[in-house]
């Protein structure tokens, strides 16, 4: 028996760069949206929750001192429910799968998928 090792051809590397490539990415992406969606069903939900506890109490405060310190967390809850909506959306850029596989099947460069890939998570913050 003789064993024959042999080095890939360039085509067969360019295949199994692009195939990592792309596992990458869809791993990445996962993880991603599994984040984000915590962050809208766990977190989000939490905090609207305590923003309707909240609005709940207006009714009966009456002292001064009270209503502004009300009007301050009411407010911060508010920013902070937007905050969790903006950051969901940027861990998941439109489109970024879809346009990594688009290059690859033309052919591009590995180099060049990552470079674009880290360009549109860059831009997405």
Known sequence: MVLMIKDPSEKET?????????????????ERKRISQELHDVIGQNVFSIYLGLQSLRPVINQTQYCSLYEKMEELLLRTITDLKQMSKKLRPKNMEQCMLQQMEKGESADKIIQEAIQLLVKSR
Request: glycine letters at 0%.
């Open 14 to 30: 360019r295949q199994v760069r692009k195939l990592l490539i792309q596992e990458t990415l869809l791993a990445q992406e996962a």
